[in-house]
């Protein structure tokens, strides 16, 4: 192999890797967006980030913590959750709740194993009770844990809130951190207090003083004295100091305090405060107790005194719970849209309810619905409401909505047709009164109606939560009545004859596993989620529809003009065409308040045709095919019109077919560019009927900032149709651009 041939190869072979190199590089970002759109809400805000999702594992281990089973406050909550909140309220003593604090589960088997359960009967929480009153009675507490540890009766519901409110995981009086930075403030407080106290106090004090006029041996032992306090606090402050650093170094962490380490606070704390002296036999210092006890002394015994009211509240707990369940493991199947059907029409069927009712919400539930039903049935109830309304009260449309809202201001406050004015507004009732002496038995008819309805609703919601949120328990234990699944986080196990007191410290081990089919979905997830997050098939058509009109009205008009500008000829063709061209250097956004204008004088604002009408002539599609039809030559057009053929058939049957790559660059370049079309979209729609794929991904986009697995998902369902048809006509649109004269 000679030198020269070799160079050619190293060359082609250097081209070769560079070039694949810079494929890569452009593929990536669009390979991290399909990654992104894959991945779970918590592996989006995670850091560092990755290539792996957790949609992928047949198996995953979740983060679970136990929860006040009263009421929900975690996250934002939905117009049905809003509604169900009053059901919550209820207490019920033999339901423990967990939440998981992990990416939502929608689907698969979860198992939650507790390795030993230690309880007791509801009688043992009497002795629970009785030591926390002698703690209360015997000891100095602090406030805050004062006002932790008050009560109204000894019952469960009051013991499930004390304990959250010294125990819980996240908020908890007794965690680490709470604990450790209140005794580092108070070594912090008195550290300065006896700095300030050395440096510039002890001086200052009338009983430390001497002047000319003290005798010389009582100035001599006045000096002692002060020396011996110097002495004394600085002892003290090297204490303090080594205690600061123990307590930085060791008081932190997540969680609890554990009894180990409440041990070791006392000991530690203990020490510091034998190291205390009264002063009681010195006739000088002994004026200086009160002030050393309030700043040096106090605060360390509240320390002391909380870390023994957590010993002795645990090791009572403790006691007290002499039955146990070693290795109880729970596996139930998360509830599907079928299972949910099944067990609220099963359960229903059955229900109490007015046989009316139950007709009406038989008819419109649905395996499909089952998940927004709450929201069917309000649907349904309001529009029958509103038909009542508009056939025998309202004899204006406009009155519609005035009666609504007088009839739902009336239910919602309990009040009827005699007292309406202590309920509504002045307008409201000036119109309600002089309605009705003429309708007053048709008014009273329906606000029962209303009011029967609202009733319902309030029923319903718990009915429906309690019957779709059932799971079916696959191993299970007889310690365990049921489980209900809320809100792909909540799990409410119902206990069979023990108190919810006794599991509050068990946190579980807790795993889901998943079907290949379910993790298919799950792979998935993001994808129906984002579409069903706003009415992306409306963006669909409404993108399909404006794209498509105006590329076909684009190369038809652009084909004529083109047509003109390179086989015609008449005055000033030269000079147009120039001109045409001046007006691409005009950038858009400079058209965009003309165009405005002149659509809104139109009444076009929020139709297609503002959508279509602006954007149906492209200069540049006219240059485009201008420079393609110059390069046919000139003799076909003379054959044609020697044949008879008029220009608009030459145009049609000899220039387009000959035009075709052209042709097809400048629709699909117009295409793309009205698919991707944001702002004026945005700017001349109101409504979401109205709105487009590029206007509809802001629906991912908030103050708070962007949720990207969403966004990512909405983008790549959104770019799959550009770039099918970029990949299928990828020939021409390089072969158009060759033709047309135009390089780069």
């Known amino acids: 192999m000679t030198y020269t041939n070799f160079l050619k190869i190293l060359t082609k072979i250097v081209i070769y890797i560079l070039v694949a190199g810079g494929a890569f590089i452009m593929i990536l970002p669009f390979a991290w967006m399909i990654m992104t759109s894959l991945k779970t809400d918590g592996e989006v805000n995670s850091w560092p980030p990755t290539w792996t999702s957790q949609n992928f594992l047949s198996q995953r281990e979740l983060n679970i913590e136990i929860s006040p089973s009263t009421i929900s406050t975690r996250g934002t909550l939905n117009l049905s959750e809003f509604r169900s909140i009053s059901s919550e309220k209820e207490f019920e003593e033999n339901k423990i709740v967990y939440y998981i604090n992990d990416d939502a589960v929608r689907r698969g088997e979860l198992n939650l194993n507790f390795s030993n359960i230690d309880y007791a009967s509801k009688e043992s929480l009497k002795t629970v009770y009785e030591e926390m009153n002698n703690l209360k009675n015997n000891l100095e507490l602090d406030r805050s844990l004062l006002s932790f540890i008050r009560y109204d009766e000894e019952n469960v519901e009051n013991f499930e809130k004390i304990y959250f409110n010294l125990f819980s995981q996240s908020r908890g009086y007794f965690k680490k951190t709470n604990i450790g930075n209140s005794i580092k403030t108070n070594i912090g407080s008195s550290i300065r207090f006896i700095e300030n106290m050395i440096d510039n106090n002890i001086d200052r004090l009338p009983y430390l003083r001497v002047n000319e006029n003290t005798p010389e041996s009582q100035k001599e032992y006045i000096v002692n004295r002060k020396d011996y306090l110097r002495n004394y606090l600085n002892n003290l402050k090297d204490e303090l100091q080594k205690m600061d650093e123990y307590f ?6 997540l969680g609890l305090i554990s009894e180990n380490e409440a041990q070791n606070y006392i000991s530690i704390i203990n020490e510091y405060l034998s190291l205390q002296e009264s002063f009681e036999e010195d006739d000088i210092l002994y004026r200086t107790n009160s002030l050393l006890n309030n700043n040096l002394i106090s605060p360390f015994i509240l320390n002391f005194n909380s870390l023994t009211v ?25 509830p599907t849209s079928k299972m949910m059907y099944d067990n609220f029409v099963n359960d229903f069927k059955k229900s109490n309810f007015d046989n009316d009712l139950k007709q009406m919400v038989l008819n419109v539930v649905e395996e499909s619905n089952i998940k927004y039903l709450k929201d069917v049935i309000t649907t349904e109830i309001e529009s029958t409401i509103i038909e009542e309304i508009s056939s025998n009260l309202a004899d204006q449309g406009s009155n519609v909505s005035v009666y609504a809202n007088i009839l739902r201001n009336l239910s919602e406050n309990s009040a009827n047709l005699d007292n309406f004015n202590y309920v509504l507004s002045l307008t409201n009732s000036q119109f309600l009164e002089s309605r009705l002496p003429e309708k007053r038995e048709e008014i009273q008819r329906i606000l029962n109606l209303r009011k029967k309805y609202d009733i319902f609703i309030g029923q319903f ?11 079916q328990i696959i191993d299970g234990h007889d310690l365990i009545d049921r489980v209900l699944f809320k809100e792909n986080s909540k799990v409410e196990i119902y206990l069979n004859g023990v108190i919810s007191t006794w599991m509050l410290d068990e946190i579980p081990d807790t795993k889901v596993n998943f079907t290949f089919g379910e993790v298919f979905k799950n792979i998935f997830q993001n994808y129906v989620t984002a579409w069903n997050a706003a009415p992306f098939s409306q963006y669909y058509i409404n993108t399909v529809l404006m794209a498509t009109t105006t590329t076909v009205f684009e190369i038809i008009i652009a084909s004529m003009a083109a047509f003109a500008f390179a086989k015609l000829t008449f005055w000033g063709k030269n000079i147009i065409f120039t001109i045409f061209l001046a007006t691409m250097m005009v950038p858009g956004e400079v058209l965009l308040v003309p165009n405005y204008i002149t659509i809104s004088r139109f009444q076009w604002l929020d139709s297609y045709y503002a959508l279509i009408v602006p954007w149906v002539v492209s200069v540049f599609a006219i240059f485009l095919l201008r420079q393609q039809f110059m390069t046919v030559p000139n003799d076909l057009w003379d054959a044609a019109k020697i044949d008879g053929s008029s220009s608009w058939r030459f145009l049609w049957t000899v220039m387009v077919p000959l035009s ?14 009205s698919w991707n079309a944001f702002l004026w979209v945005l700017i001349v729609t109101k409504s979401p009927e109205m709105r487009t794929l590029a206007v509809g991904l802001q629906t991912f986009r908030s103050e708070s900032g962007e949720i990207y697995n969403l966004l990512m998902a909405a983008s790549t369902f ?8 970029f990949i299928v006509l990828q020939r021409y649109f390089v072969e158009g651009i060759a033709k047309s004269g135009l390089k780069g």
């Open 461 to 471: 919601s718990d009915f429906y939560g309690q019957s779709t949120s059932r799971a």
């Open 660 to 673: 075709k790559p052209a042709l097809l660059t400048g629709a699909l370049l117009k295409f793309v560019g």
């Open 718 to 725: 959104s770019m799959i149709p550009i770039v099918i048809i």
């Open 310 to 334: 957590y010993n002795k509240l645990t090791d009572t707990i403790e006691k007290v719970q002499d039955q146990k369940i070693k290795n109880l493991s729970l596996t139930f199947k998360v």
């Open 248 to 253: 930085t170094e060791n008081a932190r962490g």
